[in-house]
């Protein structure tokens, strides 16, 4: 931490870090080992640090992506039933679009490249309300991204598991929720740490299956004539039958593809993130959707070629194996040491749905961090912890999606009670939840470049071409939604839309919350903020015999001013120094670059002189002390303390918004740092008087 203003001391040097641990709890030393130490702030290279390079945000953003080969082809395929030679088309056309996709992904971080994802785009183009319904959109996506990639997981790991040992069907939803719990852990110690740990996994993964469709492809070169030949028949007797034709053809192939929509998700985790990627972040964001973009044509396309030559089919035994495990074994059959190819592919299977899982809690708390600074969402969520990671968002959504999955889980029971398919359907219901979501944001990311690029007046053939790509990719994603949305509405859409919507209701109450709060203090402070002040200054610097105020600020304004005139109204001609000290908080908003702590070193402080100049003016000796953290009330403690041994006759002063009626959301909307520092000083032997602002 750093003071403005201090002197050199005779202070001794601090502890080192082994004796400071050993003052720490039981459970702090605890937490300390799960999560890992707090980080240096003022170490100017520790944003350079934590950003990851192309190939490690490859490896945690596009791990959703090419993740969902697990499942988005499966339920591609599984709809074109016997037509299967369909399947052709199919898988040229989910390569196609995952390249349009991440073109036009591309071009939106090269005009957005500060991050914020759909969310940004739409509120900047489209507007604020549209920017909300994209948002809560993104943010119910990235809950179901964790959802599904560990149920998916889970099934996986059900797969592998069945090679050696039993695995009781009752045993995935608890396993399931473990690896939740893990990957919470996991992220609670850091962006970086999360991604470096599961690098093999990564590899493992893109060397099995890149075996498995190779190989699976090689296998059937020689009877390529006749394969062809089969399905040119069945194309021909499809379009040739009265009672289905070419309408029915192209409605079944649209349906299959949209169906597939869960093969595209993950695209958009890159324009989301951009605050964790490496300078320069616009070069190091296109290679990794470079990257991403071929890797996950490459897999999807590849799988749903294989299952075609393969001729694989959904498993319809109680098994429920899943179409890659029944891929695998069917390719290892025969070949030595197949069995432990088939071992390590459906393991790296599982564990890359883990690792996909991280696109949710990496870039979800920091969709709901940008709503929080917007004030859409409770502005807790946009601090960050001691790791510099978004605690409560990270926590918000384990907790959601463990509520998805069981919510998922029971209904899948209760559809197979009444006689349906149950147990698969889970990962059916979550990817048909997913995917509508996703394209929402994807429909208005498109729609709302294509509109930007039609206003500007730009070089006009690169105009034309940017109005072409979005065109293309409004019509594309929007047709998916509207398809997806009328075939599954029944079977987990109409839940997508009503928790969304619920999401959008909540975060227009938050937002007009605020809005009314800011606007009564206002009112009543405006004055405050302009008050004809002498021109004479006192020089004098305050002396530490004298009984002292010390008063916290957050920023300069009405409420400030207010607290320091109650101070001496409620005092008067008691103190003679006054001492204004401020914590300059890392959150979300703030830490966006190798220079955010300099920059918001130095806003504290430049707030902080013009207290000063206030106090001087009207008589009083004034200093200024600040501090810099990511735990409002634990830097302002250590603070305090310190300003305590600088003026041993100090008494703590804060201003604290006070409701006519408060409840729960009052109190949760409103941080308690005042009430929560008042307490640790009172403990500590210190005086705090916290004085009322109120609000009608």
Known sequence: ??????????????????????????????????????????????????????????????????????????????????????????????????????????????????????????????GPRVGLISGCALLVDYVLTVTVSVAAAGNALRDVLRQVMPFPESWVIPVDVVLI???????????????????????????????????????????????????????????????????AMLLLFFKAFS??????????????????????????????????????????????????????????????????????????????????????????????????????????????????????????????????????????????????LLYSASASDAHAASGGHGGSDVIGRLVTMYSINVFLTFSLSMLAMTFYWVRTSRDPEVRSKRIALFATGTVVCSSILVVTVCEKFTDGGWVTIVVTGFC????????????????RLSALYSDLANLPLPETRVERDPDPTQPTAVVLVSSWGGLGIHTVLNVFRAFPDHFKNLIFVSVGVIDSGAFKGEHAVEGLETRTESMLLRYVDLARRLGLPSAARHAIGTDAVEAAEELAHRVAKEFPRSTFFAGKVIFKEEGFLQRFLHNETAVALQKRLHFGGLTMVILPARVC
């Not at 995952?98 to 971080?109: E, G, T």
Request: contains cysteine; aromatic residues 8%.
């Open 259 to 404: 169906l597939g929509g869960g093969t595209y998700t993950g695209i958009e985790a890159v324009s989301s993130s951009m605050g964790i990627l490496r300078e320069p972040r616009v070069k190091t964001a296109k290679t990794t959707m470079r990257y991403m973009s071929i890797s996950l044509a490459f897999v999807a396309s590849g799988l749903i070629l294989c299952y075609l030559l393969w001729e694989i089919e959904p498993s319809a035994s109680g098994q429920k194996e899943t179409m890659n495990s029944l891929l695998a074994r069917r390719m290892a059959e025969g070949i030595p040491g197949g069995r432990w190819f088939v071992f390590l592919a459906l393991l790296s299977e599982a564990a890359l749905l883990l690792v996909a899982a991280q696109a949710g809690f990496i870039a979800g708390p920091r969709t709901l961090a940008n709503l929080a600074v917007d004030s859409w969402a409770p502005r807790r969520f946009s601090a960050v912890s001691e790791r510099l990671t978004t605690q409560n968002g990270v926590t918000l959504m384990a907790l959601a999606s463990v509520g998805a």
């Open 1 to 126: 931490m750093t003071e403005s203003g201090s002197q050199e001391t005779n202070e001794p040097p601090p502890p080192s870090p082994e004796a400071a641990d050993e003052t720490l709890s039981f459970g702090e030393r605890a937490r300390r080992m799960l999560i890992g130490a707090p980080i240096a702030l003022q170490d100017e290279t520790i944003a350079h640090q934590l950003a990851l390079i192309p190939f490690l945000a490859w490896v945690g953003l596009g791990a959703d992506g090419l993740s969902s080969s697990a499942y988005g082809p499966e339920e591609s395929f599984k709809a074109l039933r016997e037509h299967s030679y369909l399947a052709i088309g199919l898988a040229v056309a989910t390569a196609l679009t995952v390249f349009l996709i991440s073109a036009c992904y591309s071009r939106i971080i090269e005009k957005f490249p500060h991050g914020g994802g759909g969310y940004v785009v739409a509120t900047k183009l489209l």
């Open 504 to 519: 959008v209701a909540l975060c227009l109450l938050i937002r007009r919350h605020y809005v009314n709060v800011a606007k």
């Open 181 to 247: 719990v893990l990957l919470l852990v996991l992220n609670l110690r850091g962006v970086k740490e999360s991604v470096v740990a599961l690098v093999p996994v990564f590899i493992l993964f893109l060397i099995t299956h890149a075996v498995l469709i190779v190989g699976g492809i090689a296998f059937h070169l020689g009877d390529a004539g006749t394969r062809v030949e089969v399905m040119a028949d069945g194309f021909k007797s499809d379009w040739n039958n009265p009672s289905f034709g070419p309408l």
